[in-house]
């Protein structure tokens, strides 16, 4: 059973960069044909799909967060990071880091970690 970790700062101020990184336990990242997402859930909003790597590497981004989001991996560590640069309050969120079974479902991933709160304030 796929076990995912969300870790990270849980306070950024305004204008710097948001780094979060999601271990991974019970499978490997590079395993066909997996893709692993960054999600998040602003208060009182919905879940917001922000990007995803796929087993082979490749990225997807939502457009919306495309200009200012970097999604990466280390494969050694079986890990992957979320970079989120420029921030303002209206990026405090819960983050959740996911692994969908397909690309089809890559925005509705099947398992999630349990998040964790990030706050962007001065």
């Known amino acids: 059973q796929v076990q995912l970790q969300e870790s990270g700062p849980g306070l950024v101020k305004p204008s710097q960069t948001l780094s979060l990184t999601c271990t991974v336990s019970?499978?490997?990242?590079?395993?066909?044909?997996?893709?692993w997402s960054w999600i998040r859930q602003p208060p009182g909003k919905g879940l917001e799909w922000m990007g995803a790597?796929?087993?082979?590497?490749?990225?997807y981004y939502n457009p919306s967060l495309k200009s200012r989001t970097s999604i990466s991996r280390d494969t050694s560590k079986n890990q992957f990071t979320l970079q989120l640069s420029s921030v303002t309050p209206e990026d405090t969120a819960v983050y959740y880091c996911?692994?969908?079974?397909?690309?089809?479902?890559?925005?509705?991933?099947?398992?999630r970690g349990q998040g964790t709160q990030v706050t962007v304030s001065s």
């Open positions: 790597i796929a087993y082979s590497g490749s990225t």
């Open positions: 019970g499978g490997s990242i590079t395993t066909n044909y997996y893709y």
């Open positions: 996911a692994r969908a079974d397909s690309i089809a479902s890559i925005k509705n991933p099947r398992y």
